[in-house]
């Protein structure tokens, strides 16, 4: 990188390479020293205690010539993270849903220290009338000395395409679903309204029915001296409340035979799932 630097004439690519290989050399040093100092190699013999505190001394200058441009390196990694995260937020801030019209942005920094937000678009969403409201976002998440180029693309970017897909067949399925559970719980409730509706339709005791019933039971069961049939409310303190058909007969120790031979008269005549069947 060092060459390519001096060869186009990019001195700060050069000596950012020089210092690359130079910190490098350092680190490979280092390791170097501390390998020898676990395997207990002999301390070389200085001369005179000035020739090695020159050492230290020149040991401890090159460490900290080394440690100050990565200081300021780190401190620019720093700042550009900053000002990438304070992008985002004026992308999702103030350009929004025009995002998706954005085919890609560069944020540049010139060479009198003045920066530049080139936005390269599709269509007419983001247009050049925009800028002031855009350079005002800029201002309000302080990148500053900053300003905005916008430049119209033709270009057909498949992959914002394809992402654009994606997310509308995501939205499309999460639609179906919603309708296919309303539509569930549409049915849910249609069954439901017209099992209660056949209970009430069940349930509703005509008068001339019960005439002809109770004149029935009188001829094959002349022992019940009387009869009343209505709707009774239901619970368990559980499940819902349930409304149940109710026969109460005034009858003088029938047997069990015909109990029930008179249950199943009255749910085949009321054409009944089920009967509360009290004897009085």
């Known amino acids: 990188m060092s060459g390519y630097g001096i060869a186009h004439g990019s001195w700060e690519i050069a000596t950012k390479s ?18 020898v100092r676990y395997l207990r190699f002999p301390y070389k013999s200085y001369s005179s205690k000035q020739e090695r505190r020159k050492n230290r001394r020149f040991f401890v200058f090159f460490t900290i010539i080394m440690i100050i441009p990565s200081i300021w ?5 720093l700042v550009e993270a900053r000002d990438a995260r304070r992008l985002d937020h004026f992308i999702h801030d103030y350009i929004g849903e025009d995002y998706i019209f954005l085919d890609d942005y560069e944020f540049l920094t010139l060479e009198d220290d003045s920066r530049k937000l080139i936005l390269k678009v599709y269509g007419d969403s983001i247009s050049k009338a925009k800028i002031p409201y855009y350079q005002e976002g800029l201002e309000a998440v302080k990148i500053k000395n900053t300003v905005i180029e916008i430049i119209p693309t033709s270009e057909i970017n498949l992959s914002k395409i394809r992402q654009l897909e994606s997310e509308l ?4 399925d999460q639609i179906n679903d919603q309708i296919v559970k309303l539509e569930a719980e549409k049915s849910t409730q249609q069954e439901m309204l017209e099992a209660v509706q056949l209970r009430n339709d069940i349930m509703r005791l005509d008068s001339v029915k019960f005439r002809e019933v109770s004149e029935e039971v009188k001829i094959f069961l002349p022992e019940i001296q009387s009869i009343r049939i209505a709707v009774s409310s239901f619970s368990n303190f559980e499940n819902i409340e349930e409304r149940l058909p109710l026969a109460i007969v005034k009858w003088n120790k029938p047997s069990e035979e015909k109990k029930q031979q008179l249950y199943s008269y009255l749910i085949k005549s009321y054409d009944l799932d089920t009967l509360v069947l009290l004897i009085e």
């Open 18 to 35: 020089f210092y690359l290989f130079f910190l490098n050399s350092f680190f490979v040093a280092l390791a170097t020293y501390f390998v």
């Open 73 to 77: 390196i780190f401190a620019d990694v």
């Open 169 to 172: 067949s995501g939205l499309g």
